[in-house]
């Protein structure tokens, strides 16, 4: 490679494929460059046809090299990686992943959990994704409520797709969060009515042929209740970290303890309970206690956890809720998005420790 032609390499390993989120040149998709006067021949290799991210890349890539000083035009050639390249590839960012949820690694997982449907955690779930990514973390959000799954709606992607290189699947995006879920793959209008063995090979598919890349968390809405999601999680993912969402009403707060307990039975640690649809605060400021009050309280100390947050009613977090603009993002000043918020940072804070993994070091 010639000096120029490595300037010209250099300023594409600056452009990321904005599905995969890497390098191009990382990625092997940057073929020859050769450079003649002031002019730029570049092969550039789209993982496959029709690549949905191919117009933001090659407007990328030919920003890249304009930018290069002595650069004046670019010969793109743009063409599609061989069925070898692809499998190469494949192989290489699923080698980086097979363990990215297993004990050792560094992404912390978070099951969302409730006792009965509707208690608001989905939205919950959507809301900490969202407010944890704009803390600057690297954020994935795996719906698994296959019944009632809503997060691609609440996130404002209610059509989205994954894109598929060979058997990777890659995630579209919302809000800063890569999100995947059972809707992705089902045609609008179908129900899904599958038995425990096919829900299990799809969590398990999900936790690896999804190309999350490097997260700091991994958030998982589960379905209400303690059926087979959630148990094929636990199996899967002793590891992970549980967090309970109730309502304030005693009924809620009964079923919501069941779910924490079949958790611990599989191994995973309850890390605290979250109360949402608290009281609403009345334009007059005085607060309305809807759905009761207490049972936040009441499950957190059953279950020996602390209460992490308290959520109240609020309008706009239903208007963002249908809208898919997350509440705090549309209105951060919103009681309920600054209680998210909240929320957030003392999860976040909470990570959990480095007790029982291993740390990769050896003694040379
Ligand atoms: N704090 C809140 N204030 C007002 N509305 C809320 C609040 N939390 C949730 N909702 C609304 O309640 C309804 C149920 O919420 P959501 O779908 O998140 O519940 P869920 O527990 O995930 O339900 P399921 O598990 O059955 O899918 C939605 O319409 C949502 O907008």
Do not use: Y
């Not at 930018?67 to 990686?81: N, Y």
């Amino acid at each position: 490679m010639t000096d120029r032609s490595r300037l010209i390499h250099a300023a594409l390993s600056r452009v990321v494929d904005p599905e995969i989120r890497k390098p191009i040149t990382e990625l092997d998709m940057v073929g020859a460059i050769e450079v003649a006067g002031s002019t730029a021949s570049v092969d550039l290799k789209l993982t496959i046809v029709g690549c949905p991210a191919a117009d933001t890349i090659e407007r990328d890539v030919r920003a890249a090299v304009l930018g290069v000083e002595g650069i004046e035009a670019i010969d793109l050639t743009v063409g599609v990686m061989s069925r070898e390249q692809r499998d190469a590839l494949t192989a290489r960012l699923k080698g980086n992943r097979t363990s990215a949820f297993g004990p050792d690694s560094l992404t912390r997982v978070v099951c969302v959990t409730s006792g009965k449907g509707g208690v608001g955690k989905s939205s919950l779930t959507a809301g900490l994704a969202v407010s944890l990514a704009q803390s600057g973390l690297r954020v994935g959000l795996m719906d698994a409520d296959v019944f009632g799954f809503s997060i691609p709606g609440l996130l404002g992607i209610p059509h989205a797709k994954p894109t598929r290189v060979g058997e990777l699947i890659l995630p579209p995006v919302a809000h800063g969060v890569k999100v995947i879920s059972i809707g992705m793959f089902t045609e609008p209008g179908t129900a899904v009515s599958w038995r425990g063995p096919m829900l299990h090979r799809t969590m398990q598919q999900f936790l690896t042929d999804v190309f999350f890349g490097d997260l700091d968390v991994l958030l998982i809405d589960l379905p209400p209740g303690t059926g087979d999601v959630a148990i094929s999680l636990g199996q899967l993912l002793p590891q992970a970290e549980v967090l309970v969402v109730t309502t304030p009403q005693a009924a809620a707060a009964d079923v919501a303890e069941r779910s924490a307990i079949v958790a611990r039975q599989t191994g995973q640690t309850v890390i605290g309970v979250v109360e949402n649809m608290a009281g609403l605060v009345q334009p007059d400021g005085s607060v309305l206690d809807v759905f009761g009050a207490g049972g936040g309280e009441a499950v957190a100390s059953r279950l020996d956890v602390p209460l992490l947050g308290s959520i109240p009613l609020s309008v706009a977090l239903r208007e963002g809720g249908d809208s898919g603009m997350p509440v705090v993002l549309a209105n951060p000043d919103d009681p309920a998005a600054r209680a998210i918020t909240e929320l957030a940072a003392t999860v976040a804070g909470r990570g959990r420790g480095l007790a029982g993994r291993k740390l990769g070091l050896s003694v040379t």
